[in-house]
């Protein structure tokens, strides 16, 4: 309920010549009518006074500046600074292929739950490894983490084709960390002038990785020319 008194606009009847006057009736009326704030944890109760004018009581009240009132405004402004956990990125499925650096995050996505068929999909029938020999490479795999540099497309005919340069740190399952740089090949056939079942989305032509001597926050792959 909202925290306000609620009065009936009775017209006040005056003698003429009442040093109040109009104006001053109209002022009386209009500060009766005026909401009063009050101070109070919220939980209200409505009740029925003599007159049958609705009061809204608070459950309790708090004065204001009061101990109690200082420490429930901290706490409110504590809860709302307070940062929001990010999922890890493992506990988010993510499978885009609006764009070619969304593709290979989804393919990293896709190793870091260790769901390598969907890894393998985003590869182009022609250019996948075999799906045995790229599952079994990632046998000790625990995680991997991901960074992309700058992507480089080029327009032909009816297709566009893209270099994605990438950096990847591996976590073996002991523990163990391997940083790795490399560049993957992308094209993305024109959707207007697909017309023929199935569907091509953007998918991966190839790509290398080799092990890196650099810190996996300075690593990054370079790309030949598209």
Request: aromatic residues 8%.
């Given at each position: 309920?909202?925290?306000?008194?609620?009065?009936?606009?009775?017209?006040?009847?005056?003698?003429?010549?009442?040093?109040?006057?109009?104006?001053?009736?109209?002022?009386?009326?209009?500060?009766?009518?005026?909401?009063?704030?009050?101070?109070?944890?919220?939980?209200?109760?409505?009740?029925?006074?003599?007159?049958?004018?609705?009061?809204?009581?608070?459950?309790?009240?708090?004065?204001?500046?009061?101990?109690?009132?200082?420490?429930?405004?901290?706490?409110?402004?504590?809860?709302?600074?307070?940062?929001?956990?990010?999922?890890?990125?493992?506990?988010?499925?993510?499978?885009?292929?609006?764009?070619?650096?969304?593709?290979?995050?989804s393919l990293y996505n896709a190793i870091d739950r260790h769901e390598y068929l969907r890894a393998w999909s985003y590869f182009a029938e022609d250019g996948a490894p075999d799906?045995?020999?790229?599952?079994?490479?990632?046998?000790?795999?625990?995680?991997?983490?991901?960074?992309?540099?700058?992507?480089?497309?080029?327009?032909?005919?009816?297709?566009?084709?893209?270099?994605?340069?990438?950096?990847?740190?591996?976590?073996?399952?002991?523990?163990?960390?391997?940083?790795?740089?490399?560049?993957?090949?992308?094209?993305?056939?024109?959707?207007?002038?697909?017309?023929?079942?199935?569907?091509?989305?953007?998918?991966?032509?190839?790509?290398?990785?080799?092990?890196?001597?650099?810190?996996?926050?300075?690593?990054?792959?370079?790309?030949?020319?598209?």
């Amino acid at each position: 309920f909202p925290a306000s008194e609620h009065r009936a606009n009775v017209p006040v009847e005056r003698p003429l010549g009442s040093e109040r006057g109009l104006a001053g009736a109209v002022k009386s009326a209009r500060m009766r009518s005026a909401p009063r704030p009050i101070t109070s944890v919220p939980g209200f109760v409505r009740r029925r006074n003599g007159a049958g004018v609705g009061r809204v009581y608070p459950l309790f009240q708090m004065p204001k500046g009061s101990v109690m009132t200082r420490l429930l405004i901290a706490a409110l402004v504590a809860a709302i600074a307070a940062p929001v956990l990010a999922a890890k990125p493992a506990d988010r499925f993510i499978d885009d292929r609006s764009s070619p650096a969304r593709v290979i995050t989804s393919l990293y996505n896709a190793i870091d739950r260790h769901e390598y068929l969907r890894a393998w999909s985003y590869f182009a029938e022609d250019g996948a490894p075999d799906y045995a020999t790229f599952r079994d490479g990632y046998t000790g795999t625990g995680t991997v983490a991901l960074r992309i540099g700058e992507v480089r497309s080029e327009g032909t005919a009816g297709a566009i084709h893209s270099r994605v340069p990438v950096a990847i740190e591996a976590t073996d399952t002991a523990g163990g960390k391997t940083v790795f740089t490399g560049c993957y090949r992308l094209t993305q056939v024109q959707p207007g002038v697909q017309d023929t079942p199935p569907y091509r989305p953007i998918r991966i032509d190839g790509g290398r990785l080799e092990k890196s001597g650099q810190s996996f926050g300075q690593a990054m792959g370079l790309c030949e020319t598209p």
